[in-house]
């Protein structure tokens, strides 16, 4: 009887066995029988080769890989974090030479499903309303082959410890130590194509984690980096290990040759020449595009009415011209772009003006949805400024700026691809009969963001840029209502501390700095008159000149300054709120919006003054000088701020809001022909 127990014990244990955490693995290739322990999702697969590709030429998406079984990574007793290594065979393929999209990370993780993960500079690890959640429970190094500010990336070729994040707990420039060369550091290019070798070990007891990189089989010596760091907060006791990579705008192909793990000891090193093979690089097409042009040549000598045939296809062909290849982002094919709006339809139009039209599309590849800005061939906006918006925006990256994902020349026909914003514009919010009365919570937050945005245009990119069109009309909305600046068609770059030149007088009346009708020439401190309008737009409710407005037309910043002199600055406030709105708030936005709408350029704050402002870690200056104070119209004098409190019957708030900013900043800008002396206010009167 104590047999046949035994027998049925083993038998049920044979049939359902208890699967054991490994703590250890070995690829050396990813042969189809191996790569059942591997769970793929996204674009990754294992090629013929038996090598791991996780993503290709493809924009905008991610790929998974993972080891099927979950790897013990605590001590149950003591609850620290075990030691591991591991080390792995890896090139990276770019589409187009010198530019990488985006890069790859090792991965920790508590799930293999990483749902919600996006593309791009996420790596398709996390999203934007994940970023630095403890919960996350992710621990990655990334191979990061672009720069992108929003994550304060040191440069478009490093390595980064993430935890939680994609914010880099430490980063250093991907380089190696040549042992053979006394241990010399060298630069190493994670986009050459090459394969390299990657080595990251964590000790548990020293709580150190340490990452080797080089180009040979053999481990070196020295780390690239050190990180100390204790990661058994962030690990849960079984895990995940594995891969995730991304693309963008611009695309790579991310390899894995052979991988290695393993947990309280060091993880076996591969040789590199018994891996598979790099995939040899596409065959030329240049000795049969040389001999189709002499055919061509040949035949158009002989033909001549096949010569007017041929240059009439030329010049219907989308031709990429010498400028088209300085300029960053993906270019889309128009048909491409004719499949994703549904042929221009009337039904995914968004809007219109002067420039065109936008419509409303969706990316078949990756169904993104976009939006599509179709400039008219009779519009003003032409081709220069079509390619100053391709090269300013394209190659701008924060939260707060409408992203453009490309582009599109075809014959006539210039388009502009941009993120779809499902909120659309500021200024449908504002006046007239909007379809949702904003919170003063909702344009509050707005404006922060405008002003983070416009921040970094003016000061934290790589080049000053000048926006020129600050206005409602051009502050999109996304799905959580933040403010995003967009439409870059008349923007202007220019180096940091170069002094701009003179250009033609453009932008939106209303929010025209009165010098640029004198001087022609745009600067930070012109962009920030605008975002003074802006402001007075968004707490009033109202457009910056109302011509219709009774019993005469209305300045904004004139009425409001009234009401500031006298005292009743509240009653500004759109009346939409129904008195719902946060007083010290409004008052600092008002007060802020008047000194920026100064036609004097050296009372105007900078742009990191008024975020400081906004954010309360500066305190406004006590008084406010009249805005028309440019000319001496109405004098220079009254109306100051202390005036203010004492003729306001409420004054405890105005104490608290003078505890709040400014010195003077001239802008610089950068700009073509400008005339005119007269002051856009003057104009309108």
């Not at 244990?13 to 208890?18: D, G, R, S």
């Amino acid at each position: 009887m104590e047999k046949i127990l035994i027998m049925i014990w083993v038998f049920l244990l044979l049939q359902n066995p208890v699967e054991s955490e490994p703590e250890e693995l070995f690829f050396a290739g990813f042969d189809h029988v191996g790569s059942t322990n591997l769970t793929l999702d996204g674009s990754s697969k294992i090629d013929n080769n038996g090598i791991l590709k996780l993503t290709n030429d493809t924009l905008r998406v991610l790929g998974h890989a993972f080891y099927s079984t979950p790897f013990k990574l605590k001590n149950s007793t003591t609850g620290k974090a075990l030691s591991f290594s591991t080390a792995f065979a890896f090139a990276i393929v770019p589409e187009y030479p010198k530019l990488g999209g985006h890069g790859f990370a090792f991965t920790i993780s508590p799930s293999k499903d990483l749902r919600g993960a996006l593309p791009s500079q996420y790596l398709g690890l996390l999203n934007s309303t994940d970023m630095g959640n403890f919960s996350n429970h992710i621990f990655a190094v990334e191979f990061d082959t672009v720069q992108d500010f929003e994550f304060d990336d040191i440069n478009d070729n490093h390595v980064g410890i993430d935890i939680n994040s994609l914010v880099s707990n430490a980063s250093t420039p991907a380089s190696f130590f040549d042992d053979k060369n006394g241990s010399k550091r060298q630069d190493l290019s994670l986009k050459s194509g090459k394969v390299i070798q990657a080595w990251i070990d964590y000790d548990g007891d020293k709580t150190q984690l340490s990452i080797k990189l080089s180009p040979l089989s053999t481990k070196p010596s020295s780390s690239i980096l050190s990180f100390d760091v204790d990661l058994s907060p962030f690990f849960e006791d079984s895990m995940f290990v594995g891969f995730s990579s991304s693309t963008g705008l611009l695309a790579s192909s991310h390899y894995i040759f052979g991988w290695s793990f393993k947990i309280n000891g060091e993880a076996k090193s591969l040789a590199l020449n018994a891996l598979p093979s790099l995939p040899a690089p596409k065959k030329s097409h240049t000795t049969l595009i040389l001999t189709v042009l002499m055919a061509a040549l040949v035949f158009t000598i002989l033909v001549s009415g096949t010569v007017f045939y041929v240059i009439r296809k030329i010049k219907n062909r989308d031709v990429i011209e010498a400028w088209e290849l300085d300029i960053g982002p993906h270019r889309f094919s128009y048909k491409e772009l004719k499949q994703a709006t549904r042929g221009f339809r009337d039904k995914e139009l968004l809007g219109f003006g002067g420039f065109g039209r936008v419509y409303k599309g969706t990316l078949p590849n990756s169904n993104t949805q976009v939006a599509v800005k179709r400039i008219s061939q009779e519009s003003k906006q032409g081709l220069q400024e079509f390619v100053s918006e391709i090269s300013s925006i394209g190659r701008l990256r924060h939260r707060n700026l409408v992203q453009l994902l490309g582009w599109c020349r075809r014959r006539g026909d210039l388009l502009l691809v941009y993120d779809f914003m499902p909120n659309g514009s500021l200024d449908k919010y504002l006046v007239d009969e909007p379809k949702l009365v904003l919170s003063w919570e909702q344009r509050f937050k707005i404006i922060k963001g405008t002003a983070y945005g416009l921040l970094y245009l003016h000061e934290e990119w790589e080049q000053t840029v000048i926006h020129r069109d600050i206005k409602a009309g051009n502050v999109l909305l996304d799905s959580e209502l933040n403010g995003r600046l967009g439409d870059f068609g008349l923007a202007k770059l220019y180096e940091h501390g170069s002094n701009p030149t003179t250009t033609r007088v453009v932008g939106t009346l209303g929010y025209l700095a009165p010098e640029l009708t004198r001087t022609g020439k745009p600067t930070t401190s012109s962009d920030v008159f605008a975002f003074g309008g802006l402001l007075l737009e968004v707490v009033c409710g109202r457009r910056p000149i109302e011509p219709k407005a009774l019993p005469e037309e209305l300045i904004l910043v004139d009425w409001v300054w009234e009401k500031w002199r006298v005292g009743a600055v509240l009653d500004v406030v759109d009346p939409r709120l129904g008195g719902v709105f946060d007083e010290l708030e409004a008052v600092v936005v008002i007060k802020l919006g008047l000194l920026c709408s100064n036609d004097r350029p050296e009372a105007r704050p900078t742009m990191r003054q008024v975020v400081r402002y906004l954010e309360g870690e500066a305190p406004l200056p006590e008084t406010v000088p009249p805005p028309d104070g440019f000319d001496g119209k109405k004098g220079g004098g009254g109306g100051g701020f202390e005036d203010y409190v004492h003729s306001y019957p409420s004054s405890s708030i105005f104490e608290k809001a003078s505890t709040f900013s400014t010195t003077g900043d001239d802008g610089d800008a950068d700009v073509e022909d400008g005339s005119t002396s007269t002051s856009p206010r003057s104009i309108v009167r």
